[in-house]
């Protein structure tokens, strides 16, 4: 008889589409961590790149690592979704194909989830690079409340590591127009609204990357978007109607011309 392999304490979940260029530094990162006790499944989203390839390759190396594919382009709430599906472990961490896990971050995360079991989510805060180096660092470590969240105060995306009993009874991703750009605010609307909460580690455990004279322009439609996403959550988040300040400054954000808007994101992460 084969060797039983025992179920993972975490399944880490990664979305790519044309990814080449950066995913092997991404896994490496992962394959990397301290703690060892875990899966990947990377969802290949109809990349027409060598991403499939580069991934095969670690397979090869690695029998942590799993590959599933989307017939068609879905999309990273769609991708991340199904991840979860076939995922084993007790905790869900997320990667993304252009960023670097610090060593420890796993580990830290892992032993934060075993001792505080009030928390659904742990963040950490993070470095931003480019290919010139690190420009920004970014988060402040402690409790996220309910306020906080529909400010827009949030998790970063890919440093988060969830409980999968929780995220799953919440519904996980919402695939729709609406969340595309912003899958992640509304997951943590819809997981607050639940009743679970988050915390964010202070230490710095991740390199989120961002190229510092690129910083993406939001088009109007995921402005709409997301205002409509804070209509919605606020209410069922049970939040006073004075927050819906925070929808508003949504399309306040359509009006303001995007250079002004660009350059003010730039002074604030530059901080």
């Known amino acids: 008889m084969g060797e039983v392999r025992k179920m993972p304490k975490i399944s880490v979940i990664m979305g790519v589409h044309n990814g080449e260029k950066t995913l092997s530094r991404a896994i490496e990162s992962i394959l990397n961590q301290t703690f060892a006790d875990f899966e990947l499944i990377i969802c290949d989203d109809c990349s027409s790149d060598s991403t499939v390839h580069v991934i095969n ?29 076939i995922s084993k472990g007790e905790y869900i961490a997320r990667m993304d194909d252009d960023d670097i896990s610090h060593a420890e971050r796993f580990e830290r995360q892992n032993n934060f989830l075993d001792k505080h079991q009030e928390y659904a989510i742990v963040g950490t805060c993070r470095n931003t690079f480019d290919k010139e180096g690190i420009w920004n660092t970014y988060g402040q470590g402690g409790e996220l409340t309910k306020e906080d969240i529909i400010k827009c105060n949030i998790f970063t995306h890919p440093t988060v590591m969830m409980r999968r009993d929780a995220l799953v009874s919440a519904g996980m991703y919402t695939v729709s127009e609406r969340t595309m750009r912003g899958q992640d605010f509304d997951l943590w609307c819809k997981m607050y609204a639940c009743g679970y909460k988050g915390y964010v580690l202070s230490d710095i455990l991740f390199d989120y990357y961002e190229d510092r004279n690129k910083i993406k322009e939001i088009k109007a439609k995921y402005r709409l978007n997301n205002y409509r996403t804070h209509m919605i959550w606020r209410k069922k988040m049970g939040l006073p109607k004075k927050y819906d300040l925070y929808a508003y400054k949504e399309l306040l954000a359509i009006i303001i011309p995007q250079k002004l808007l660009v350059k003010y994101k730039k002074k604030r992460q530059g901080k």
């Open 57 to 85: 390759d670690y397979i090869k190396k690695d029998n942590r690592v799993t590959l599933i594919k989307n017939k068609s382009n879905s999309g990273l709430a769609a991708s991340l979704n199904n991840c979860i599906k």
